[in-house]
């Protein structure tokens, strides 16, 4: 099965700072990679993907970067506010899916 | 509000009683999902529909657990006999399954979940 490393487990940043949060996965089928946020008492909420045939994606403060021969992905928040205060999952996937598979995540603190 | 709705929002109960759980879907989706996630972890996966049939189950699901999808729409997950163990946040998604298209993903949108409390 796949295996899904997130880094860091935990950040801390300053209102206007850039976050970024590295995922490195091993299933060389994977060619879909959504990021979900989810914000506490909520359920995850898919903000960004991107498929195995683009490097990048933006859409507005937030991007994400594939590097598929190396297998890792990263997600940009530029400018950070305290309602990106959340925890993010990177979800690696082939598009063929049945469910969804989470590792623990990334939980994010933006200091006012 | 369309999008998937889960009652109750908070549940408590004491060890050894029965609860029950609802998820109604966004209303075109036909796929129905369920998680389990405990503090500090993300959801786990635990079983889903695809229409009325249930397709899958993890092996997280004990013989205390029973998801049921009469009808193709709303979904019901009831455990038995509730453990402490049992503690979690419960969340249902949806899906459209666009399988059939090449290429395609089928996004999961995530209900706000029970939280269950055993005592």
């Known amino acids: 099965g796949e295996n899904v490393e997130q880094h860091p487990s935990t950040l801390s940043v300053q209102e206007g700072d850039s976050a970024v949060i590295k995922c490195t996965y091993s299933?060389?089928?994977?060619?879909?990679f959504p990021w979900y946020k989810q914000e506490l008492g909520k359920g995850p909420q898919l903000i960004i993907d991107i498929r195995s045939n683009v490097g990048e994606k933006k859409d507005q403060r937030i991007a994400v970067t594939l590097n598929k021969t190396a297998k890792h992905f990263s997600l940009h928040i530029t400018e950070t506010q305290p309602e990106d205060s959340a925890v993010y999952f990177c979800?690696?996937?082939?598009?063929?899916?049945?469910?969804?598979?989470f590792g623990p995540g990334t939980s994010l603190s933006v200091i006012p | 509000d369309t999008g998937v709705s889960q009652n109750p929002r908070h549940k408590i109960t004491k060890r050894g009683q029965n609860v029950t759980f609802r998820c109604d879907p966004i209303s075109e989706h036909n796929r129905l999902y369920w998680y389990r996630q405990t503090l500090g972890q993300g959801p786990e996966f635990l079983t889903y529909f695809q229409n009325e049939a249930q397709l899958e189950k993890s092996r997280l699901l004990s013989d205390r657990f029973s998801a049921e999808r009469p009808k193709g729409s709303f979904s019901t997950l009831e455990i038995q006999r509730t453990e402490q163990g049992d503690s979690a946040m419960y969340l249902c998604?949806?899906?459209?399954?666009?399988?059939?298209?090449?290429?395609?993903?089928?996004?999961?949108?995530f209900g706000p979940g029970t939280r269950l409390t055993v005592l």
């Open positions: 998604a949806s899906s459209f399954d666009r399988t059939y298209q090449l290429d395609s993903y089928n996004e999961q949108f």
């Open positions: 299933d060389s089928a994977s060619n879909y």
């Open positions: 979800v690696p996937l082939e598009t063929s899916y049945d469910k969804v598979i």
